[in-house]
């Protein structure tokens, strides 16, 4: 195991009803004038912009509003809340969505106290302040509401690039497991994908000896095996939301990664499709994941079969492993086709002829980039190709 630090100093606020608190839990965290940031009209159709305002107003907390954010948020919206931040003096960003709102709502917060431009920081600056975030979460998928990460997209040219630092990590998040029971099928998978991704990104690592965290890894993705087939079938089964809003924190917060290398290939190639098509991130990786693994899993073929074995249940072959790692990628994918993902180009909406477009748009030149296996660019040309064609 490596050398790490530690930091989750988020307050998570869990439960039924939960929502009512926010203004509480604002004041507590210093705020007195709040940006009210949310994405379409169902939290306020819903009445938890309602709800959540009657906190703010309990609490003698002032605010203003600005919705429209989009899946794969916009850099647009984010320029926009930061002059309406500014103009209002806001000290405090309330986040009241999903990833997408959270990650938008992170962009304005380290916008505001920034004497340039924004995107800087997406570009690989790091930040150096931010104003105090919090969320209400309607979505378990993204992390986004106990990690220090931000995920935006640049209209001029649909880049799709990230942020990471501590100084976005929420104060506070309320998670109420029965805001998401509304949610379609589809939007439900695409979490439970998503939470998923965020594990495996973790999991295959060259650092040994990592037991503990190969264990937690494997707690939370059995967990999304047996939880996401119970919410499409039963969508007001609490208990099982409750786990999964659970599992998405937990998968992104870090402490499932601490201590071991990282991959993160996945989610690089998988940005590109979801910035030129606009598709939804979790439907991206349930096509990019399983062809990453296909393509890299002979890199440490006996990792891969503890995948299998520990998590889907399969059978060891001794005489030959690659057997047993082959038919764990096939049972994860199969998995996601289960809960309603799509395998392939075709299903998800993208063409393979755009191949040389998303290789180029990744932006790694002649280098090469990854963690668990460094790819360069006919890796990625080999991979996307992969999941043109993939099938069960």
């Known amino acids: ?97 999903g ?25 690989g600056k790091a930040p150096e302040k931010a104003l105090p975030v919090a969320t209400v979460l309607t979505i378990a998928a993204a992390g986004s509401e106990g990690s220090g990460d931000s995920v935006i997209t640049k209209e001029d040219g649909m880049l799709k690039r990230a942020v ?63 939880e996401a087939p119970r919410v499409i079938a039963d969508p007001d089964n609490y208990d099982a939301r409750a786990n999964i809003m659970w599992a998405g924190m937990v998968a992104h917060n870090n402490i499932v990664g601490v ?13 590109e499709l979801s910035g030129l098509y606009d598709v939804a991130h979790g439907a991206g990786l349930a096509v990019i994941m399983p062809s990453w693994m296909e393509y890299v899993y002979k890199h440490n073929v006996l990792r891969f079969c503890q995948m299998a074995t520990r998590v889907f249940g399969c059978q ?25 993902m799509p395998i392939n180009f075709a299903e998800l909406g993208a063409k393979e002829e755009d191949i040389p477009v998303l290789v180029e748009k990744i932006g790694i030149g002649d280098g090469k980039f990854g963690g668990f296996m460094e790819l360069d660019r006919n890796d990625v040309t080999e991979i996307y190709r992969i999941a043109a064609h993939a099938s069960l």
């Open 316 to 340: 060891m072959n001794f005489e030959n492993p690659e057997v047993t790692a082959l038919e764990g990628i096939h049972r994860f994918r199969s998995f996601l086709h289960s809960i309603g």
């Open 99 to 123: 990833g997408s709102v959270i990650d938008s709502a992170k962009g304005i917060a380290i916008g505001v106290p920034y004497n340039g431009d924004f995107w800087d920081m997406y570009c």
């Open 259 to 271: 201590g071991r290398q990282q991959d993160w290939n996945s989610h690089g190639l998988e940005h």
């Open 1 to 97: 195991m490596e050398n790490f630090n530690f930091y989750s100093p988020t307050e998570f606020v869990f439960g039924k009803g939960r929502a009512a608190e926010t203004g509480h839990f604002v004041k507590k965290y210093g705020g007195t004038k709040v940006l009210i940031h949310y994405g379409g009209g169902s939290a306020v159709k819903s009445g938890l912009i309602g709800i959540v305002k009657k906190s703010l107003d309990e609490a003698g907390i002032q605010y203003c509003e600005l919705g429209g954010v989009q899946p794969n948020p916009r850099d647009t919206l984010v320029y926009k809340g930061i002059d309406l931040c500014r103009n209002e003096g806001v000290d405090f960003i309330l986040a009241v969505g």
């Open 164 to 226: 990471g630092s501590d100084h976005l990590r929420p104060k506070f998040s309320v998670m109420d497991p029965a805001l998401t029971q509304t949610l379609p099928a589809y939007q439900t998978a695409c979490g439970a994908t998503d939470i998923m991704a965020h594990v495996f990104e973790r999991y295959f690592t060259n650092t040994k000896e990592v037991e503990i965290t190969d264990r937690l890894c494997e707690a939370v993705l059995i967990t999304m095996v047996k």
